[in-house]
């Protein structure tokens, strides 16, 4: 953090959500300035540092808001139109900063159904879910919008308050059995640390296009597994995929229709961050305070 915190002036997170609150406590820990947005209004004893951020309704930051604005994080997905909310509001305001890095979080949908097989930086992107899609075309046009964009493709991202144990916890976890099936993964923390090793580097270092990923794609009920003996507590039951297909949600089937795995080896190897959390045992670990840590081959 040391290097990332003395080289950002004052940073703007554009959707204060999961991932982007998470930025923002790891930049205001290490005393980087820091605004994120939101779309609903602000309560007048709001903590400084949140700005309202609402382009449907024409609710923009002003030009004083955005002063000394060297780095921006945009978190916020396409809208229901498939339209990049930012750029068809904001592009005109963020080209009059003098910004060093801009990072749009996507996702490794753009590269659709492999199958299982790896895909890296470098694999052709063939989405097939109409909001992939979309994400490509966003991706396409933040390439294209003249400010030092860099693409950072997400897989499914766990950590504090959204994993198996949480879902254990809650009721909400389900035992989906999908022969083959796999699922790539990030902790939140390692997308903070993996942005910010980033914004370290000098920006010819800087990879238009990364993956964020762990090193240990694997099914759902690997997770759950590990949870429910983290937990000490049973099991769900047992369900297999094509007999409650039916009964999902169509947003739900849609994530168990394809199958793939992220590779963050040029994250790792080429840029040089160590991941905090390899797999979801080191991940799932520190949820509930004891380290457990990978299996150990002997
Ligand atoms: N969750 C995953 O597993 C996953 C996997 C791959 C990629 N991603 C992508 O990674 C990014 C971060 O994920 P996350 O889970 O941290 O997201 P999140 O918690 O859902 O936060 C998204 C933020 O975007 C804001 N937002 C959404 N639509 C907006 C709009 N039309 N106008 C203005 N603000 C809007 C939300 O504002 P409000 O607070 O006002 O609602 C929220 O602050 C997202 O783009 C997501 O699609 C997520």
Known sequence: ???AAAAIGRMLVLGGGYTGRRMAEALERAGVPVVLTRRQ??????RPGWLRFDPHQGVLPS????LGITHVLVTIPPDAGGRDPVLDALLARLLELPLDWLGYLSTTGVYGDTGGAWVDES???????ERSRARLACEEAWRRSGLPVQVL??????GPGRNPLENLRNGTARLIHKPGQVFSRIH???IVGGLLHCIALPAVRRPETLILADRFPCPSSELLGL????LGCPLPPFERFDEVAPSMSGM???FWSENRRACSRLLRRGLGYRLLYPSYWEGLSSGVGSFFGAPKIL
Do not use: F, K, N, W
């Open 188 to 190: 939140v923390d390692d």
């Open 153 to 158: 493709r997400l897989p499914g991202i766990y």
């Open 63 to 66: 030009p004083q808001d955005l």
């Open 41 to 46: 209004p602000l309560a007048s004893q709001e």
């Open 123 to 129: 694999s052709p992107t063939r989405p097939l879910l």
């Open 252 to 254: 739900a089937r849609s």
């Open 1 to 3: 953090m040391p290097a």
């Open 227 to 230: 949870a429910a003996h983290l």
